[in-house]
């Protein structure tokens, strides 16, 4: 089945960069009697199907909704597997990125991540800097109000040494001043699990994102899943404001 649904999907016409909610792993784990944990080990694997299958395609820019701010609130035990996860995963997951050319970036509050995430997460990003055929973003201890934020300061602090006036504020300064500003918007954002919201991601960049849900669980998600939001994807028109005879 996987086989005709690449068929169908226009390369030409792919969305240059995709974001993913990864939502759903405990959830998933719930449903089959597990611990939320063995969800979260569980949506490895389909981090690791999806990034292979947007590299072979020739998506450019993927970016995963990792570990928010908002997920410290979490059970102590959960948050610590979670970051045990992390460490262990970028880890044993450097010959895939390697394999596939792939080129692994971050956004977020990194600097307070727990030290031994940061150091693991800094030495993948150094492995893989010169891989050029994706790059995988992870959005690790990020929230969009929090980016917002931090952007204003750093826009603040650049009017404070007169490297720029006020009127110099644009829409590009601020967009270039994200912890996201080296990547360009994304065109598609991904949520799974039925979830119909985009929960403090990306709150800026997706201003014109097209947005696709799936009631299906991270865990769960496969290439055909992935496939047939591409798919869906390809069937909207992209208009930005304008009417359909303008696009056309």
């Given at each position: 089945?996987s ?9 030409d016409?792919l969305?240059?960069?995709?974001a993913?909610?990864?939502?759903g792993?405990g959830?998933?784990a719930?449903k089959k009697?597990?611990?939320r ?9 389909s981090?690791?199907v999806?990034?292979e299958t947007?590299?072979?395609l020739?998506?450019k820019?993927l970016?995963?909704y990792?570990?928010?701010?908002e ?5 102590a035990?959960e948050?610590?597997?979670?970051m045990?996860?992390?460490v262990r995963t970028?880890?044993s997951e ?10 692994l970036k971050?956004?977020?509050?990194i600097?307070?991540l727990p ?16 891989n ?20 204003t300061?750093k ?6 040494n ?19 500003g080296?990547?360009p918007e ?8 039925g979830?119909l ?5 990306m709150?800026?960049?997706?201003a014109?994102g097209e947005?696709?849900?799936t ?5 769960e998600?496969?290439?055909n899943?992935?496939?047939k939001a ?5 069937k909207?028109?992209?208009r930005?404001?304008?009417t ?5």
């Amino acid at each position: 089945m996987s086989e005709n649904l690449i068929d169908q999907i226009d390369t030409d016409k792919l969305p240059l960069h995709i974001a993913i909610i990864m939502d759903g792993n405990g959830r998933w784990a719930k449903k089959k009697s597990l611990p939320r944990v063995v969800g979260h080990e569980y949506g490895v694997k389909s981090v690791r199907v999806v990034a292979e299958t947007a590299a072979k395609l020739g998506v450019k820019y993927l970016t995963l909704y990792t570990f928010s701010t908002e997920n410290w609130n979490r059970p102590a035990f959960e948050v610590k597997a979670i970051m045990t996860l992390l460490v262990r995963t970028i880890r044993s997951e450097i010959k895939t990125l390697q394999k596939n050319n792939i080129r692994l970036k971050a956004i977020g509050d990194i600097d307070n991540l727990p030290p031994d995430a940061k150091k693991e997460l800094l030495s993948a990003i150094e492995l893989t800097k010169n891989n050029d055929s994706m790059d995988l973003i992870l959005a690790l201890n990020y929230s969009a109000r929090w980016d917002i934020v931090h952007a204003t300061k750093k826009i603040a602090e650049m009017v404070k040494n007169n490297e720029i006036s006020i009127n110099d504020i644009n829409e590009s300064i601020i967009s270039k001043s994200l912890t996201s500003g080296e990547f360009p918007e994304p065109e598609l954002l991904i949520r799974t699990s039925g979830e119909l919201r985009i929960s403090n991601f990306m709150l800026w960049e997706l201003a014109y994102g097209e947005f696709y849900f799936t009631d299906i669980y991270w865990p769960e998600f496969d290439k055909n899943a992935f496939y047939k939001a591409i798919l869906d994807y390809q069937k909207r028109e992209r208009r930005f404001g304008k009417t359909s005879e303008q696009v056309h």
